[in-house]
């Protein structure tokens, strides 16, 4: 069965621990990205990775981390820097090459810190 | 760096009536468009996207969505909307050539029986 897939589904964590949050696809894409979904906010970028050890910083990278060691897994670490870390965290992926690429997106984890 | 509004955030009404989600952009160059829709509990999927061409798509489930490029927009529409529609959805614009997606703060869409 391909696709991305995001665990935990739920996970909670008191102030002030760093938490990785895992995300794996088995789709052959190049590039992953980390989405940080907040009511009426929207989606917004917290880093993406369009080839294997590398990633750039999208619009809201403070306070977490990344790292790309296997094509297939980006996992995000959200660090005790992140000021407001209660959220819907979304990874997606896609192809990563030529002008009409499409990204798909996993179930989400939600993160509650206490 | 582009980005994108979508108005009306809270969107009620009822089966059968037509539903037509506004979308505008902020980017001066060539751009891709995509509706995203995240029904209850269930991923956010693709509902339909544009790259080139007809600038009327179509996408899944009877929904469509035409680009205007003079007036920057890309408007979700569907004539008769069912109670399975309630979801929320989003309008996402990538520049061309850069795969980095700006996405609109969504509508919250709820039909009525």
């Known amino acids: 069965d391909g696709g991305i897939t995001q665990s935990p589904k739920y996970l909670f964590r008191k102030e002030g621990q760093n938490v990785t949050l895992s995300c794996e696809q088995n789709?052959?894409?190049?590039?992953m990205y980390w989405y940080r979904q907040d009511p009426g906010q929207g989606l917004r970028l917290i880093y993406y990775s369009q080839i294997v050890n590398d990633f750039q910083k999208g619009d809201i990278a403070e306070g977490y981390s990344v790292s790309r060691e296997k094509k297939e897994s980006f996992p995000l670490t959200v660090t005790s820097a992140q000021k407001n870390p209660t959220a819907f965290y979304l990874c997606?992926?896609?192809?990563?090459?030529?002008?009409?690429?499409?990204?798909?997106f996993g179930p989400g984890t939600r993160l509650t810190v206490l | 760096a582009q980005s994108v509004s979508q108005h009306n955030h809270h969107v009620i009404l009822s089966e059968a009536a037509s539903l037509e989600l506004g979308c505008n952009y902020s980017y001066g160059g060539t751009v891709n468009l995509f509706w995203y829709v995240q029904y209850p509990g269930q991923h956010l999927q693709l509902l339909l996207k544009y790259f080139s061409g007809d600038p009327l798509v179509k996408g899944i489930k009877g929904f469509e969505a035409e680009f205007i490029k003079s007036k920057f927009s890309f408007n979700l529409r569907k004539p008769s909307v069912q109670w399975s529609d309630t979801a929320e959805y989003f309008c996402a614009v990538n520049a061309r050539g850069n795969n980095r997606l700006a996405f609109g703060k969504g509508n919250q869409v709820v039909v009525i029986p």
């Open positions: 997606a992926s896609s192809m990563g090459r030529g002008f009409d690429d499409t990204q798909y």
């Open positions: 789709l052959n894409h190049d590039a």
